[in-house]
C-alpha cells in the first residue's frame, strides 16, 4: 500500500529565502506526482504534475523534482513571499490506482 | 472553462436528513471521485468512477452513496446524516484512472448538527 509522508510539517521563513519542501513515498513504481497548495478554508490548486519518465517541472519560482529510485520528490520554492503562506501537499499516483495524498506542509513567509 | 464545480458551497443538516452534494466537470474527463478532510486526518477517498456507469469504493465509503449516469457529473449522497459526517467534501478529476493529475473543485463546507 503506497503511503506518503512529508516533511516538515510546518515551516516558518522570512521573506526573500529559498526554501524546500519534501515529499517521500514507499512504493516507487509511481505513475506521476503532484503538487498542490491549499490556503485556509479553500480547495486544493494544482502546482506541478511530474510523469513518472520526468526528473523535473518548473513553473515560475517552483521546481519540483522526482527521485523515484529513492521515492522522494522536493519542491523547491525561489525568492519566497508572504503570498506564499499556505499548505502545500504532495500526491502519488500507481497506475490504475487512486492518487494517494501527503498530510501537506503548512508553510508560512513571515515579512 | 469552467472546470470542476460543487455546489453547495455550505450547508447545515440536522442528523438523520439526507442531501445531495453536486459535482460537475466540464472537461470530459473520464475518472471523478469524493474526498473528505478533517483536521488531523487528511485528505480521505469515499467513493471514485472511472468512467459513466461504474463506481467503486475508497477509503470511508459508508454512509455515502454515488451514481455516475453521464461523464459530466458525478453527485455524492448523503444517506442519512451523521454528526461524524461534517466536513469539508472535494470532488476531483482527472482525464482517466491512470493518467493525468488531479483538477478539485473549491469544495462544500458541511456541517451536521
Known amino acids: 500500500k503506497q503511503e506518503v509522508t512529508q516533511i516538515p510539517a510546518a515551516l516558518s521563513v522570512p521573506e526573500g529565502e529559498n526554501l524546500v519542501l519534501n515529499c517521500s513515498f514507499t512504493?516507487?513504481?509511481?505513475?506521476?506526482l503532484q503538487w498542490f497548495r491549499q490556503d485556509p478554508g479553500k480547495g486544493l490548486t494544482s502546482l506541478l504534475l511530474?510523469?513518472?519518465?520526468?526528473r523535473e517541472q518548473t513553473s515560475g519560482r517552483l521546481n519540483a523534482s522526482l527521485d523515484k529510485s529513492s521515492g522522494r520528490s522536493t519542491l523547491y520554492i525561489a525568492a519566497s513571499q508572504p503570498g506564499d503562506s499556505a499548505t502545500y501537499l504532495c500526491?502519488?499516483?500507481?497506475?490504475?490506482?487512486?492518487?494517494?495524498f501527503g498530510p501537506g506542509t503548512r508553510l508560512s513567509v513571515l515579512p | 472553462n469552467a472546470g470542476v464545480t460543487q455546489t453547495p458551497k455550505f450547508q447545515v443538516l440536522k442528523t438523520g436528513q439526507s442531501m445531495t452534494l453536486q459535482c460537475a466537470q466540464d472537461?470530459?474527463?473520464?475518472?471523478m471521485s469524493w474526498y473528505r478532510q478533517d483536521p488531523g486526518m487528511g485528505l480521505r477517498l469515499i467513493h471514485y468512477?472511472?468512467?459513466?456507469?461504474?463506481?467503486d469504493q475508497g477509503e470511508v465509503p459508508n454512509g455515502y452513496n454515488v451514481s455516475r449516469s453521464t461523464t459530466e457529473d458525478f453527485p455524492l449522497r448523503l444517506l442519512s446524516a451523521a454528526p461524524s459526517q461534517t466536513s469539508v467534501y472535494f470532488c476531483?478529476?482527472?482525464?482517466?484512472f491512470g493518467g493525468g493529475g488531479y483538477t478539485f473543485g473549491s469544495g462544500t463546507r458541511l456541517t451536521v448538527v
Open positions: 511530474i510523469q513518472s519518465s520526468q
Open positions: 472537461m470530459n474527463h473520464e475518472y
Open positions: 512504493d516507487s513504481a509511481i505513475y506521476n
Open positions: 500526491a502519488v499516483r500507481n497506475y490504475g490506482q487512486n492518487f494517494v
Open positions: 468512477s472511472v468512467g459513466a456507469g461504474i463506481t
Open positions: 476531483a478529476s482527472s482525464y482517466s
